[in-house]
């Protein structure tokens, strides 16, 4: 990918924030980064993502809002997914097989809604 499709962000900055809309997701390249979700006036980590990891998938996928928010814990760089080139391979792919990633896409989001924390 080109240069310009990369991120760095050091610890303590956010890359996603809850409730935000989806435009791109990321392959986090180096680094680790934690999962944070809203619980009143609190917040409360809920996940770790580490390097090799996806991040921001879900609602770059089905773009509903961005259910958690996401920050560095350490020096981290990914590589930025925008969803015009996302589109342009998913619709080179099979209907199956788009078909499963938004079945697996609509059951994660029930299975998270059940999550209390």
């Not at 610890?11 to 989806?22: F, K, N, V």
């Not at 697996?104 to 989001?109: A, I, P, Q």
């Amino acid at each position: 990918m080109a240069e310009a499709d990369s991120l760095k962000l050091e610890p303590e900055e956010y890359l996603i924030r809850e409730g935000e809309e989806s435009t791109q997701m990321y392959f986090l390249k180096s680094g680790t980064m934690a999962v944070f979700k809203r619980k009143g006036d609190a917040t409360i980590q809920i996940g770790t993502i580490y390097s090799g990891e996806v991040v921001g998938e879900m609602s770059f996928l089905d773009k509903e809002p961005r259910s958690a928010s996401v920050k560095a814990i350490s020096d981290c760089e990914l590589t930025c997914i925008p969803s015009e080139k996302f589109e342009k391979t998913l619709n080179a792919l099979p209907a199956w097989y788009k078909a499963l990633v938004h079945t697996l896409l609509d059951r994660l989001r029930r299975a998270n809604s059940r999550i209390r924390v």
